[in-house]
């Protein structure tokens, strides 16, 4: 079946470009798959609204490129591209791909997704400034050319002295400017965990964080969130039972959970890693994004012992686009992940780190932290207030103090992955617990993305999703009291 | 001993922080080791030629950021920074450090170790205006948001539609945006080399295509390069022996020799590379920078069985510190990489892909690539020159047709890593065969990168190495003739 399509009639690309982006995108990225067959041309039309000449264009650019081929009165199939003429089976040889081929809330009306900003929460001036000034700057010359693994200097310094300031930085520390945060985990994985080794992380937890570790090689273990971040006891029992090489931790406004820990979890968690030799990771992009309560100390100015590695960036409060984040951590780590980053890829783009220092050091990200606290602080509490109105019964709730995410925990029997599907159909999104898991499946668990709608969108979509949970929540409830089998939804 | 230090009155930084900023550089990657003496106030002033008052300040700095310490009457001191309070103890945890800790070719006065262009062929003002147009086409909220793994949408589709119009791309291909050609290579091993597969490379070979392949822990198996490329002979009983899952090869003016693979050759390894099932990875970053005779067909081109795997790069060509490569590759290929470049850092930098996009599409790219071709020509026909002018009898050099490399192999016994010494002394620096070994290091061969040197500079420099050459191949012959050792140098 044919995901949904969106065509805009006032984007400057032509409407059959649209379609034959969007299309080609689709087989490209095998959603569409080989043999699989496409909409008649004056079916697709109709669907999209369009005229059946635009669809007929569009599909003759997918044809020219061999990536469709139509039959008389039988339309058109995707032909795909095996290898030619016998050569390498590609598909076999690198075994089965692991990417999650569906694209999560692409299409939803209100999509509780992704934290991606609304448009006007965008510092789209202040970026052109910053560009300009970098330009006008006579560094121009020196971006292009190539410089050192550690990051672009004038950036490093600042960081380092930011950190410095702020006690998260020591005299045996040093700051590597990575490709954003994910390139920073990555690179930790290479340089501190051996296959096989243990490694600690939050369950639930952000995918890309855990997909880092089982990519390397590496034992997951997943310790429960609870209220108050990582469940302290059982990361106790695990760190007692097995040597673990680290505990990769996000105290602040845990994605997904939205979970923060207090200052007392915060040193037992140091005590319990020094105990058992683990290092830490502290995961902090969300750190600046308190829209309640006191902002608490990182683990890593805490830490006397020199066990924390401090990981941050840009991405969340400004610029996500821009790939640039950074790792606070001793000298001797600094090196390794410095070294590690030469080979994976010489350093992180010069243009970006340059205006994003400008757009730190100008004043002006300091300014824009500010509107996004004003807004997180509306949507926060639309969303708190909207999970009150609208759950079912039953349901659980975390209750962030900043950040983009919030966890939903639904009533037994509810399936909040097969509920998706109804949302879906009524234009709102969510991601599903299993997303998240890394031992323990939440079947009721949902992640609600606040960060990115605007308060009437919160409201409304929760509005739709609470009739929906309600519904079935209702209709299990009966099947259960008159002694039924619960229904398949 | 202090390495070389630079200050540059004209710089706008002053002198006491380029210092500081030096010292720290070298105390942070331990160029400078913990312990190490540095010089008093006094004698650094004089050394430099500056103030006493400058070397105070940086000292200073260096002090209150705990990296040196002060003694008084005995200088100063190294303090580094171990982890504190009987923390983790990283230099044991994490192993030995790999990193050449050399900055090799840094403070040469004529340098053939770099091929970073003089400011003069910096595209500079078309960077300027390729951004302006960039920021001000309504594309800037675009690339603020999250993007695909396989690169900004409108350069992908560009980059593929010049693929197809060289017939480098067939139906089956598509385009992955990687940060630099480093990171295609690092992805590529990643997605299709398994620890302990056989992996062949060109002996010798630019250092970071062998480590990459070395840190995934593939067994690299080292082919000599000889006149017109690899040794295709070799190769062919390297492949016959033992399974290989991929051939690296760099077809067009290979780094670091120079040597080009002819047509005949090219069909030849497609042949062998097919027979033995092996991937053919196709690395060809300075295929656009040819000064003399005729473009030959990427492999990719001729490729009938879905073998090859073309890695290319805007680096050579125009902005080494926009760090923008890309991968034409079977689909099934392609999505590895993007799954793989997904865990790696989300996407490449939305910033540096639209404004290079913008310095190709607006023709800039290729103005500035004539330009560049102008240079080169002038600049090979300079070193092929001075070589066969001022290098001793017996020596051997390659005669390239493009790209920054040339190949040097001084007749036995001669040394180049310890004439390396005597060269830096009077000035100038090369590459020692050494560094570019994969299983057969030529203690004679040594790489001079001619593309960053003006004429009369290539001239001077080869003058001068010509001289400490040619003196020791007199001493070495006299020692010979005398029947006496050859003398340590």
Redesign the interface.
């Known amino acids: 079946m044919l995901p949904p399509l969106h065509l805009d009639p006032q984007a400057?690309e032509p409407l059959y470009r649209q379609l034959y982006?969007q299309l080609r995108e689709l087989i490209?990225?095998?959603v569409l798959q080989r043999g699989e067959r496409i909409p008649p041309t004056r079916e697709l039309a109709g669907l999209l609204g369009v005229n059946r000449a635009t669809v007929a264009a569009a599909y003759e650019l997918l044809e020219q490129?061999?990536?469709i081929r139509g039959h008389v009165g039988r339309g058109s199939f995707v032909?795909?591209?095996?290898?030619?003429?016998?050569?390498?089976d590609?598909?076999k040889?690198?075994g089965p791909?692991?990417?999650e081929t569906r694209s999560w809330g692409a299409g939803a009306r209100i999509s509780f997704v992704?934290a991606?900003?609304e448009?006007a929460l965008?510092?789209?001036e202040e970026?052109?400034q910053s560009?300009?000034e970098v330009?006008d700057s006579?560094e121009?010359?020196?971006?292009?050319?190539?410089?050192s693994p550690?990051g672009y200097?004038p950036l490093r310094?600042w960081l380092l002295g930011q950190a410095?300031a702020e006690g998260a930085a020591?005299?045996?520390?040093?700051v590597v400017v990575?490709?954003?945060c994910?390139?920073a985990l990555?690179l930790l994985e290479r340089?501190?965990v051996r296959p096989g080794e243990a490694v600690v992380v939050e369950d639930p937890v952000y995918p890309?964080l855990r997909?880092?570790f089982v990519?390397g090689g590496a034992r997951v273990i997943g310790i429960p969130v609870g209220r108050g971040g990582i469940d302290l006891a059982a990361l106790a029992r695990t760190l007692e039972r097995e040597p673990v090489a680290a505990v990769a931790v996000t105290p602040n406004f845990q994605n997904p959970t939205g979970e923060t820990m207090d200052l007392e979890s915060r040193r037992e968690l140091l005590r319990l890693a020094?105990r058992a030799?683990a290092?830490v990771i502290e995961n902090d992009i969300y750190g600046a994004l308190r829209y309640s309560g006191e902002d608490l100390p990182p683990l890593k100015r805490l830490?006397?012992?020199?066990?924390v590695i401090l990981v941050r960036s840009f991405?969340k409060l400004?610029?996500?686009?821009?790939?640039v984040g950074w790792v606070v951590a001793?000298?001797?780590?600094?090196?390794?992940l410095?070294?590690?980053k030469?080979?994976?890829?010489?350093?992180?783009?010069?243009?970006?780190q340059a205006?994003l220092l400008r757009f730190a050091a100008s004043g002006r990200l300091e300014a824009h932290r500010r509107r996004l606290l004003e807004a997180g602080r509306v949507r926060l509490a639309s969303v708190l207030e909207a999970c009150a109105k609208h759950l079912p019964p039953g349901s659980q709730h975390t209750r962030p103090e900043g950040g983009a995410n919030l966890w939903v925990r639904l009533p037994e029997p509810l399936d909040a992955e097969r509920l998706l599907v109804r949302a879906e159909e009524a234009g709102v999104s969510y991601l599903p617990g299993r997303l998240f898991a890394v031992q323990r499946p939440e079947t009721g668990g949902l992640r609600l993305t606040f960060a990115g709608l605007a308060p009437e969108r919160i409201e409304e979509g929760m509005e739709i999703l609470g009739r929906i949970f309600r519904a079935e929540w209702r209709k299990q409830r009966a099947s259960l009291e008159a002694g039924l089998a619960p229904a398949i939804v």
């Open positions: 400057g982006r490209v990225a095998g490129e061999g990536l032909a795909g591209g095996p290898p030619a003429g016998g050569g390498l590609w598909e040889r690198l791909s692991g990417m992704s991606r900003p448009d965008l510092p789209v970026f052109r560009c300009a330009l006579g121009a010359a020196r971006l292009l050319q190539l410089g550690y200097g310094e410095r020591k005299a045996g520390d040093d990575t490709s954003g994910q390139q990555d340089v501190m890309g997909d880092v990519r020094l030799g290092a830490d006397e012992a020199g066990l991405s400004a610029m996500p686009g821009l790939r001793p000298r001797a780590v600094a090196r390794r410095a070294e590690c030469q080979t994976a890829d010489l350093h992180s783009d010069h243009l970006s205006v």
